[in-house]
Nanobody
């Protein structure tokens, strides 16, 4: 049974940083694409970043967010710097049975429960 558990969310002031973690059990992250998505109230879930042997970012987080993977811990991280109020959302980790990256939530079939990130102005 695949389980993804996110952690690291919280309340931070604009310009601050947070690091989200996503720990997996039941599958090996290094074999599949892993993505981070976010969803703000009243909005659709949107792509933030993904990692395979390369990394991929949404335009509005490039240069501020960094996705990385620790294979020994089977954990993927999202380092978020220079946070803005518009980054406020619930952040989800997701993975799939494929190695190719999808920018759509429909491309992932395993999801964590999400972790809330709130950025105050």
């Amino acid at each position: 049974q695949v389980q993804l558990v996110e952690s690291g969310g919280g309340l931070v002031q604009a310009g601050g940083s947070l690091r989200l973690s996503c720990a997996a059990s039941g599958l090996t992250f290094s074999k599949y694409a892993v993505g981070w998505f976010r969803q703000a109230p009243g909005k659709e879930r949107e792509f933030v970043a993904a990692i395979t042997w390369t990394t991929h970012y949404a335009d509005d987080v490039k240069g501020r967010f960094t996705i990385s993977r620790d294979d020994a811990k089977n954990t993927v991280y999202l380092q978020m710097n220079s946070l803005k109020p518009e980054d406020t959302a619930k952040y989800y980790c997701a993975t799939t049975n494929y190695y190719s990256v999808s920018y759509s939530a429909h491309g992932y079939n395993y999801w964590g429960q999400g972790t809330q990130v709130t950025v105050s102005s």
